[in-house]
């Protein structure tokens, strides 16, 4: 296992030509370089399961191919188990990962599927590859044992295995790594539950099984860190909630550093050990996933975390804890005293979640609205009111009888919360109670 720090990284894509027929001096067809990824710091701990969640296009996926090797970075450095991995072929970074499509060979059985990364050692590996494995100080015992021992196989003890492939289990010869292999494939089997389906090809198998067999094909390889690239987006939701399961017991049993990349804002709250939030290439906060919740970095934090969203509206201050609205006033924390004393006669937005919005009785602190939406879940209730031409967001119980077009007054939690400078959109937090 091993830690990853990733220091001050930055990837660009050079200029590229929209149309190849344009002339070489002819800067009509030339489309800019693009940075995809800015000023990324990262210290991912050994055994740690991190979550990199963001929208699409932030940036997210190319951040992974990077530490994989699979892309070059532009700046920066990228270090695994203490070893810089900037200049090492991906062969020699001891990374295993887990793509969007499985990526599976559909010619070979889920066996094959599963040794296919442990037979790759044999090609050039042999001796040189366990000297490259112990220069780069990458690789474990385990590999590092699988590599001596095909470092000395002989070719006529291939031969031999090849010749009785056939024949009945008791007649066959396995040479040593190939015996080595087989007892690593079949321990990942079991561990997965897919010990039946070793014979099948991957069309015979449905999505979970096919994610399954990614995973394992993954963890033969024993590699001191897990790349996955939203494993899960394939898998339907039931699927997806028993998989993501398995995965975090998974990493959890092994020990193995995880990075684990999605768009889904509940896996990342639930898998996570923390979280890192990316937007436009940087990213914008890391944390435990309850700190991401309680206390956001700034306004998108706060927004992309939660569901339904976050509602915001703009205040004016008024001290020391008075925040005005046109159609309500509310008083909160003298904690905030100090942090609002800065902003006195200013406007701030204030944010506030769904589910610490209440139904209230009418008063001036209270936001009167017409309810325009209601889905009614069973165990709870999402409201949407239409409220001086903002729609706000409400989770109230089940047991309240509302309906379309009602008038509700709804009650702020006044100790839960959000302020956000209006033009930077960095949270402005309160101090935290003793």
Known sequence: ??????????KTFPATRLNRSEKAGDPAGL??????????????????????????????????????????ISAGTIWVGGQRVNDLPPKLRDIAM???SYALYPHLSVYDNLAFGLRRMRQGAGQQ??????????????????????????WWEDAIGTLTRRLPPALR?????????????????KMLQIGPLL????RQLSG????????????????????????????????????????????????????????????????????????????????APLELYQRPANRFVAEFIGSPTMNFLTVQVQSPSLLIHPKFRLSISSEWD?????????????????????????????LEGEVSRVEALGSETYLSVQFEGETLQARIGPDHAVRLGDSVWLAIAADKVHLFDPDSGRSLRAPVPA
């Open 1 to 10: 296992m091993a830690p990853v720090l990733i220091e001050n990284v930055y």
């Open 31 to 72: 489309q800019e370089s693009l940075t995809v990824l800015r000023r990324i710091h990262l210290d991912v701990a050994d055994g740690e399961f991190m979550v990199l969640v963001g929208p699409s296009g932030c940036g997210k996926s190319t951040l992974l191919r990077l530490i994989a090797g699979l892309e070059e």
């Open 98 to 100: 887990v793509f969007q």
């Open 129 to 154: 590859s366990q000297q490259n494995m112990k220069k780069a100080g990458m690789g474990q015992d385990a590999n590092l044992e699988l590599a001596q021992i095909l470092a000395t196989s002989r």
């Open 173 to 189: 010869y396995l040479p040593e790594a190939e015996r080595l292999i087989d007892e690593r494939v079949r321990a990942v089997a």
């Open 199 to 202: 014979h099948r090809f991957p």
């Open 208 to 287: 979970g099984q096919k994610q399954r067999v990614a995973l394992g094909r993954a963890m033969a390889r024993n590699p001191q860190v897990f790349l996955m690239d939203e494993p899960l987006s394939n898998l339907d939701a039931k699927l997806r909630t028993e998989t993501r399961s398995q995965i975090v017991s998974l990493q959890r049993k092994l020990g193995i550093t995880t990075i684990y990349v999605t768009h889904d804002q509940v896996e990342a709250m639930t898998m996570g050990d923390r979280i890192a939030i990316m937007n436009q290439g940087q990213i914008q906060q890391v944390a």
């Open 338 to 366: 100090e942090v609002l004393k800065p902003y006195d006669g200013r406007t701030v937005t204030l944010g506030i979640r769904p589910e610490h919005l209440s139904l209230g009785p009418p008063a001036p602190k209270n």
